[in-house]
């Protein structure tokens, strides 16, 4: 099955600066990866996402890069803000499923200190 | 509406007790799940209905029993728990479908389960 690996499990940025996290995946017919950001006791809340036919995906400070022949994908937070601290979660899905079977990473506790 | 709610927001129950948790979307989503989710870790799959038929069960522990009333609702019965089964209990849903463009899951605010 899909196993989804993720770097690094804890993320100190000062304010301002940028964020990265990779993730990678074992399975090459996975074609949808979605991240979601999940602050404490709150739900995890899809903050963006990127399908196989694409190789870049940006909304704002957020971008995500896909690099399928690697099979790896990050995240990145630019100009990082104290409300973007929180635990990050990439996840990969094959959509030859008829449903979106999610196989999430182990998450990266992002904290911006001011 | 990208909404799915659940209830209770928290339960408190014995090992002998069966309670029931609820969940109900209204954007006609064709696919619901359940997760359970422990402290700093993912979620884990533990269901998954497609037009209100169980279409995976991750070998989940037949003290949990998952009901599909209707399109709209999902519930997850729990009986005879154990203290290990405390976690956060997440609904979620998406449309049905098959090819590269992927079925985006939204997740509710979840149940937070305490077994004592």
């Known amino acids: 099955g899909e196993n989804v690996e993720q770097h690094p499990s804890t993320l100190s940025v000062q304010e301002g600066d940028s964020a990265v996290i990779k993730c990678t995946y074992s399975d090459s017919a996975s074609n949808y990866f979605p991240w979601y950001k999940q602050e404490l006791g709150k739900r995890p809340q899809l903050i963006i996402d990127i399908r196989s036919n694409v190789g870049e995906k940006k909304d704002q400070r957020i971008a995500v890069t896909l690099n399928k022949t690697a099979k790896h994908f990050s995240l990145h937070i630019t100009e990082t803000q104290p409300e973007d601290s929180a635990v990050y979660f990439c996840a990969a899905s094959k959509g030859t499923d008829s449903w979106g079977k999610l196989q999430f990473g182990a998450g990266t506790q992002v904290v911006v200190t001011p | 509406d990208t909404e799915v709610t659940q209830t209770p927001k928290h339960l408190v129950m014995g090992m002998t007790n069966k309670k029931s948790l609820k969940c109900e979307q209204h954007?006609?989503?064709?696919?619901m799940y359940w997760y359970k989710q422990k402290a700093k870790k993912p979620p884990e799959l533990m269901f998954v209905?497609?037009?209100?038929?169980?279409?995976i069960n991750e070998s989940v522990p037949s003290r949990f029993s998952p009901e599909c009333p209707n399109s709209s609702l999902l519930n997850l019965h729990l009986h005879a728990l154990q203290p290990e089964d405390s976690a956060l209990y997440l609904c979620a849903s998406s449309q049905v479908g098959t090819g590269a463009r992927g079925n985006t899951i939204y997740f509710g605010e979840g149940s937070w389960l305490t077994v004592v």
């Open positions: 954007m006609g989503h064709r696919a």
């Open positions: 209905y497609s037009y209100e038929k169980l279409s």
